[in-house]
């Protein structure tokens, strides 16, 4: 699933393919549940205007559409960004047409993807109770929201509403760089231990911003290359420990991710 590298490079593509440009023809796919306001108000929305900046809050991307509207997308499990040509990409559940040629499309195979239109992008976090995204979030902020909250280690960074962008692939990758067991209760980390596992999602996410999606490019003394059922701790080469956690797969070091 899409996580907060994987959508700052869609936000990339489609800053690079859409900024400045006018939208003369809206084509949407999307059905049910992918669509969050009505395919006419979308299509309306959007033709005739001219896109702008880009933003990101966690795991949703927004497009400026001039005035007071913003496009949101959420790329569920296989949402992406291409660029349209003469034909349609395959998938495409929403295209915008340029004028003076070309386009730009949200693709997502499985449909589990969402569209939206919103005032801003900070309405649109607080109507949907998302918390601000990981790498806008200073360490004094994240101390304080997660204070008093009685949680495991991973189920916390996986909570939307207490940070946004950190899905399951990066929650194991800052709890093993922290060295801290995902099932660890929040309220049972000493500050020291707070402090350390903010430090090491940010540096992981910071290092995987470099280019985003990516996964090839990380380092190979980091967990992702490694999580694996049979894989090895990059550290100090003890077998990975796979299970359940907060509801989702979990690889974790039982050497040096105690409970």
């Not at 004028?99 to 801003?120: K, Q």
């Amino acid at each position: 699933m899409p996580e907060l590298p994987d959508v700052e490079g869609f936000r990339r593509r489609f800053e690079r393919l859409a900024k400045g440009r006018t939208v003369a023809r809206v084509d949407v796919e999307a059905r049910g549940r992918m669509l969050l306001a009505p395919e006419s108000a979308v299509r309306s929305a959007l033709r005739g205007r001219r896109l702008g900046a880009t933003r990101r809050i966690g795991k949703w991307m927004f497009a400026k559409a001039g005035g007071d509207l913003w496009l949101a997308l959420h790329f569920g499990m296989t949402g992406d960004v291409e660029e349209v040509g003469e034909r349609d990409p395959p998938y495409a559940r929403l295209v915008l047409r340029f004028r003076g040629g070309g386009g730009v499309a949200f693709t997502d195979p499985r449909r589990f993807g969402r569209i939206a239109l919103a005032a801003s992008p900070e309405a649109f976090a607080d109507e949907h109770g998302l918390g601000p995204d990981a790498m806008e979030l200073t360490e004094r902020a994240f101390l304080r929201r997660i204070e008093g909250r009685r949680v495991g280690a991973k189920a916390l960074l996986l909570d939307q509403g207490v940070l946004a962008g950190v899905g399951n692939l990066w929650a194991d990758e800052a709890l093993w760089q922290a060295r801290i067991h995902p099932a660890t209760r929040v309220e049972d980390l000493e500050d020291e231990a707070r402090r350390r596992l903010f430090r090491a999602m940010r540096s992981a996410l910071r290092r995987a911003l470099r280019k985003p999606g990516d996964y090839e490019a990380l380092p190979r003394t980091w967990l992702l290359p490694h999580r694996r059922v049979g894989g090895r701790c990059p550290r100090c080469g003890e077998r990975l420990a796979p299970g359940a956690v907060a509801g989702r797969t979990t690889f974790w070091c039982p050497k040096e991710q105690r409970r």
